[in-house]
């Protein structure tokens, strides 16, 4: 009868112990899943993360329009925003700004450039490939758009720190030429008028031997020529 209480227990323990190894690697199974979901979910997390950054666009470019004009721009950048400077050498060269956005691999921006005494917008909207940007671009006017086209820009130099703006001449001060003339025209009036008067009269004195040397200087006048038969 012990003998078999004996056996009793030992196939009890048995049985309990088996029990608990399956729960013990059911536990140790189910830590390893979650494990793997905790690494899953950090990797997508970094994904997600590195999706979100955007473009670094930081650069000196050269501007391309199809209309021919070769414009360089020194970009700047906080996050997604652009901002910095443009100019333009050629025959009539101007300096202006440039804002803008960068959103995923679309870049838009708009250039004001001061001309003369006018401020003149033109917006790029354009995509971001191989460190070139390409797209379209409108010139506007206080009446709408005066110039549309095609750009291309490729970035020629990381540091924007050493973009130097146009140099703009000075326009020359006119010339006084009316004030002159009319100063010279006084001049001569001035001059030519003494001439004249000198033509009328004279100093009675410088001719006085001429006058009392002659005969007929010294008859009285209310005698006239009968005085002399």
Do not use: H
């Amino acid at each position: 009868m012990l003998t078999k209480v004996l056996y009793m227990g030992l196939l009890l323990l048995l049985i309990i112990g088996a029990g608990m190894c399956e729960d013990q690697a059911g536990i140790a199974e189910n830590a390893t899943v979650g494990m793997d979901n905790v690494t899953v979910d950090a990797n997508v997390t970094s994904n997600v993360t590195a999706e979100a950054a955007p473009l670094s666009l930081q650069y000196i470019w050269s501007l391309s329009l199809s209309s021919g004009e070769q414009i360089t721009m020194a970009l700047n950048q906080s996050g997604s925003e652009l901002f910095g400077s443009a100019k333009y050498e050629g025959a009539e060269p101007w300096n202006g700004v440039v804002v803008g956005s960068v959103s995923d691999s679309s870049v838009d921006l708009v250039l004001t450039a001061l001309m003369g005494k006018s401020l003149v917008p033109m917006v790029l909207k354009g995509s971001y490939s191989e460190d070139t940007i390409t797209g379209t671009y409108s010139v506007y006017s206080p009446t709408g758009v005066v110039e549309s086209g095609k750009f291309t820009a490729m970035w020629i130099n990381p540091d924007t720190s050493v973009y130097t703006p146009a140099v703009i001449p000075e326009a020359a001060a006119p010339a006084p030429a009316a004030q002159t003339n009319t100063t010279e025209t006084e001049q001569t009036t001035t001059t030519t008028q003494p001439t004249q008067l000198s033509t009328r009269f004279f100093d009675v004195k410088e001719k006085k031997e001429e006058i009392f040397s002659s005969p007929a200087s010294i008859i009285p006048p209310a005698m006239g020529m009968s005085a002399l038969t």
